[in-house]
């Protein structure tokens, strides 16, 4: 099985599991605190003759109402880390309960996760929480990489110079609800990841991007990566993949978490990297809820004066070799 699944992600640069995780179990309790979450947020944002109103709704229906008041704010306060970037001194809020941190812990993805990087692990803060909503403006490519489009990047490319070549990291995908390429999955090439690390740049709307990521439509052969609720999708930190817009008319819901070889840098300090796996059992020293969301209180206060929680410097080569090209294929 270990040789299995690193065969795999090493030859194509992806893999999904089927069926690693329980709805029960592993994806309701995190369904339910969203739905919490919302209902928390109605309460604070409306009147309390509209929040009966909305209270009775499905929470897709409640996200869209409260995305109607504040767009900017709400799709923040559903991701499950403070935002790169926020106004000094403002009160952020983020989605963090325990049912996530559950997930991060969790031996059914760690048991994974290990056959890829070994037996020391470190959960990695390169982590983002996402309720992907329906492209509200058609023909518009909505490109944010919280609530639309995400550009084509490589994971690699988003870690800072501490970590870049250096860091093993592995990126596991979760959907919360089904996804295909109609509500906006992710688009992968395969054997992308044996590239190398490419050029990236800043779009023309501040996104980070493969630089010359216009001609991966046409030079590179391109697979959907659709996934039902309860597999996980494998990512290698070099392939070349984005997200489609969802044009569908329902939300999709999915959690990216990472993981990364004990003792090296996360490529996100100061955000919090910490064991969660160990042969040694003494060094699991974040064991509950109130000790991670504590170490993420601290990052975040760590950086309310400068206004941002992380930079880092795109890769970008001194030389054109890097760049995406015809010829990389
Ligand atoms: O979930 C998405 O839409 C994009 C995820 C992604 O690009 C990533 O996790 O690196």
Redesign the pocket.
Known sequence: MKDKINKELKAKGFIRIRKVLNFQKDIKPVLNDLEAKADKLIEKYFTVKEAKRLFKLKFQDKFFALTKKSEVTFENVFNNRPPKNFKKHENVEYFNPESIFNLIKSDKILNVVEKIIGKEIFSNPIQ?F?V?KPNINPGKNFMDGLIGR?PW?Q?EGTMNKKARFKTDLV?V?IPFTKTNAKN?C?LAVPKSNKLGLLNHHHGSKGQVEIKNSELIHKYSKMVPLEADVGDIII?DKRLI???LPNVSKNIRI?M?IRFHKAGQSSGREPLPSFYVRSAKKEKIKVKTYQQWVALWNKAYMKSLNKGYTFKYDLPVYKHSKQDYSKKLN
Do not use: A, F, I, V
């Open positions: 983002t996402r992907k995400t990047h994971d990126t995908w906006g992710m990512l993949h984005c997200s999915s990216d």
